[in-house]
C-alpha cells in the first residue's frame, strides 16, 4: 500500500506488529541466542560476519540485533534506500564509511565547511584515509581514480550553504558520494533519490529528537550496506537495542518536529536580521538567489537551524551565552528544546582558525537549533540576551579572547 510521507513515518518498520500480537516496538536485550542447531549457527555466523543483513540465527549481537534491525529498516524506507545501518554514534557511522571504503583506495574528496569532528576524522588522518579539500564547483577537478569517496554536507554546518547534491553526483562520476544529511533529516531532503551513494545522519539530533540518545545511520544501497556491516561486526561500534527503540519511537513525530521548528526558526531569522546587534543572519537560501533556487529544488524548507554574526565579536558572544535564560547555551542541535552554541570555540575548535575563518565561520558567529517553545517566547529570552551583552560595558579582559586552536594546522601535518 503506497501512503504519504506522514503515514509512512507512523508506520515505517512496524507492520508486523499486528501479526506479532503486539502494539509498541519490542525490544530484544540479547546479547547471545539458543543454537539448537549447530551447523545453522555456523552458516549464520558465516553469513552475518560478512555483512548480510539476516541470517536464521542471529547468534551473537553485535552480529545481529532485532530491534536494531527494525529501526534500521524504518529509516531506509524513509530514505527511500534499500537498507540502513545503524551505529553506536554519527562519528562512528563516518569511521565506518571510511573503513568500508579503503578497498576502492584511500583518498576521499570532501567539500568543506563540514562539522567540525568530520573535518577533524579527515584531515588527521587517524583512519588512515587520505583527504582533498575542494569547493562544491570543483569536485571534478579534485576526483582521480584514487578517489573512495566524495564526501558532502548539506545544508553545511554551521554556515547553512547549500550544496547541490546532483551536481556533485554528475562532477563525481563513477565515485560513490556520501550527503551527512543531519541538517536535513528525511523530511527535507532525500539524497538518494538525487543520485548520491549513501546518506549519514547523526541520530543524536533530529532522529532522536529528544537529546537522549547518541546514535548514527547510513541509509543506502544493500550492496554498500553489507560494506558497512562488516566493519561493525569487526569493530563493534553497535547502536545499542535501548537506543534504537528510542529513535524508531520519535521516528513518527519527526515531521511534526521538523516542520514546526522550521517555522520558528525562519520567523526568528528574520527578526535577528532586524537587530542593529546583529551584522549578519545565515538561513539556507538566504545568501544568493543561487542559493534560494537550490533550496527550493533540494529541499521542502531551510530547516530549523540559523546561525548569525554579532557586532560586538566574542566577547558578546561569551556574554550570550552566559545569559539566555529559556535557551540553552549547550553544542548539539534537533532536540525538542532550542540550543545555542559558539561554534569557533566548539563544534569547530577542532578545525585550526585559518580553515574556520576561510569556510565563514567568523569569531562572533553563533549557531542556533531551534525547537518547539513558543516563537514569541524564544524571541523574548534571545533578542534580551543580544541587546545586553552590547550594552554591557565590561572591561577587556582574558575571557574575551577566543582560546587558541587546539589542534594547529602545524601540529597536525606534523
Ligand atoms: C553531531 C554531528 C555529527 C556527529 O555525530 P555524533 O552522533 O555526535 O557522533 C556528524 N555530522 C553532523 C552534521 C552532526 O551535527
Redesign the pocket.
Known amino acids: 500500500m503506497s501512503v504519504s510521507n506522514h503515514t509512512q513515518g507512523v508506520h515505517a518498520g512496524r507492520e508486523d506488529l499486528r501479526e506479532l500480537g503486539v502494539h509498541a516496538l519490542p525490544v530484544d536485550l540479547s546479547t547471545t541466542y539458543p543454537l539448537n542447531d549447530l551447523a545453522e549457527g555456523t552458516s549464520s555466523l558465516e553469513a552475518l560476519a560478512s555483512g548480510a543483513a539476516t541470517a536464521a540465527n542471529p547468534v551473537y549481537a553485535r552480529l545481529y540485533n532485532p530491534t536494531v534491525a527494525r529501526f534500521e529498516n524504518a529509516l531506509a524506507q524513509l530514505e527511500g534506500a534499500e537498507a540502513a545501518v545503524g551505529f553506536a ?6 569511521s565506518a564509511i571510511l573503513l568500508a571504503s579503503r578497498e576502492r583506495g584511500d583518498e576521499i574528496v570532501a567539500v568543506r565547511p ?2 567540525g ?2 573535518d577533524h576524522l579527515l584531515d588527521s588522518g587517524l583512519l588512515g584515509n587520505r583527504v582533498v579539500w575542494t569547493t562544491a564547483d570543483r569536485v571534478a577537478e579534485a576526483t582521480s581514480e584514487r578517489t573512495a569517496l566524495v564526501l558532502i ?1 548539506t545544508p553545511a ?1 554551521p554556515t547553512l550553504e547549500l550544496v547541490d547534491i546532483a551536481d556533485v553526483v554528475r562532477q563525481a562520476g563513477e565515485v560513490p558520494v556520501v550527503v ?1 544529511s ?2 536535513a533529516t528525511p523530511v527535507l531532503q532525500r539524497p538518494l533519490a538525487l543520485g548520491a551513494s549513501m546518506v ?1 545522519h ?4 533530529f532522529i532522536g529528537g529528544h537529546g537522549d540518545v ?3 545511520v547510513v541509509a543506502t544501497s544493500e550492496s554498500l550496506a553489507a560494506g558497512l556491516r562488516h566493519v561493525r561486526v569487526a569493530t563493534g561500534a553497535l547502536m545499542h537495542p535501548w537506543a534504537a527503540y528510542l529513535l524508531h519511537r520519535s521516528l513518527p513525530t519527526l515531521k511534526l518536529r521538523v516542520e514546526r521548528a522550521q517555522q520558528t526558526a525562519l520567523d526568528l531569522a528574520q527578526r535577528l536580521r532586524e537587530l542593529p546587534e546583529v551584522r549578519r543572519v545565515f538561513y539556507p537560501g538566504w545568501s544568493s538567489e543561487e542559493q534560494r533556487s537550490l533550496r527550493d529544488r533540494q529541499m521542502a524548507g531551510g530547516g530549523t537551524m540559523l546561525s548569525f554574526e554579532l557586532e560586538g565579536g566574542y566577547a558578546a558572544a561569551a556574554q550570550i551565552m552566559r545569559s539566555v535564560a529559556l535557551i540553552t547555551p549547550a553544542v ?2 534537533g532536540s525538542v528544546d532550542t540550543l545555542i552554541q559558539h561554534p569557533g570555540a566548539l ?1 569547530h575548535h577542532v578545525v585550526d582558525a585559518e580553515t574556520r575563518h576561510a569556510s565563514g565561520i567568523a569569531d562572533s558567529l553563533m549557531r542556533l537549533s531551534v525547537g518547539l517553545e513558543e516563537v514569541e517566547d524564544l524571541w523574548a529570552d534571545l533578542a534580551a540576551s543580544i541587546r545586553a551583552a552590547h550594552q554591557a560595558p565590561s572591561a577587556p579582559s582574558s575571557a574575551d579572547e577566543l582560546p587558541p586552536d587546539a589542534f594547529p594546522s602545524a601540529q597536525k601535518s606534523a
Open positions: 554514534s554519527g562519528m562512528a557511522a563516518l563540514i562539522y569532528t568530520n554536507e554546518n551527512d543531519t541538517f549519514l547523526s541520530a543524536t539530533k547518541i546514535a548514527g548539539s542541535l563544534t
